[in-house]
């Protein structure tokens, strides 16, 4: 079990959005560098090829509209990161530069695509030198997870402006603890202190 007591993660790496994109390996060399443990996004793409990136839509980083699920790897190379000569990496490619060096916080986002993201995943770190944490906001995420990879640290992350009311109040709600049984919690600061998250704690 990995102590997170007291762990700054470099959230998508040591970035700017200038010169040095979030979720780029040049982000996370940085972070390496500096000794600092880092935070990763992880989607599946159309092609089954993991990618590190945080949108589920392109523009906001490649100023392409489109959403990153319907892509091919082969297609997602020829984009860069917000005018910069870095483009989107794959995780195979993360995992080789960051090979054991800090702890890794991997974010699964949701493709509606569970058991193939999950399944691959695995594969690849089952086979990773290093320590890591996988984490989600989705409690099937989770659930899979705990289900499946007994040996691997899962968490749930938890926020309070979902879009949906009943999604806000089952985020805090027993039952979804109960359903996904996760190990740790990432909370949004606006919520941590209250008397409900405090519980289970």
Request: hydrophobic share 35%; charged share 25%.
């Amino acid at each position: 079990m990995i102590d997170l007591k007291n762990i700054t993660f470099a959230h998508r790496g040591i970035h700017n959005n200038s010169y040095i994109p979030e979720n780029s390996l040049k982000a996370f060399k940085r972070a390496i560098d500096k000794n600092i443990p880092i935070e990763i996004d992880v989607h599946i793409l159309k092609d089954n090829t993991l990618v590190v990136f945080h949108d589920s839509n392109l523009f906001r980083m490649t100023n392409v509209n489109g959403q990153i699920k319907d892509y091919t790897y082969k297609e997602l190379k020829k984009l860069r990161l917000l005018n910069t000569d870095c483009y989107i990496p794959t995780l195979d490619e993360v995992l080789k530069l960051v090979n054991g060096k800090v702890l890794l916080n991997i974010e699964i986002k949701n493709d509606n695509r569970t058991s193939d993201i999950c399944k691959i995943l695995c594969e690849k770190l089952d086979n990773y030198n290093g320590d890591f944490l996988i984490q989600s906001f989705y409690p099937y995420i989770v659930k899979w997870l705990r289900d499946n990879k007994k040996g691997y640290m899962t968490g749930l992350l938890l926020k309070d402006d979902y879009d949906s009311k009943i999604i806000n109040f089952l985020s805090t709600n027993k039952v979804l603890f109960n359903y996904c049984k996760p190990q740790f919690l990432s909370v949004s600061k606006k919520i941590v202190t209250t008397r409900k998250i405090q519980k289970y704690r």
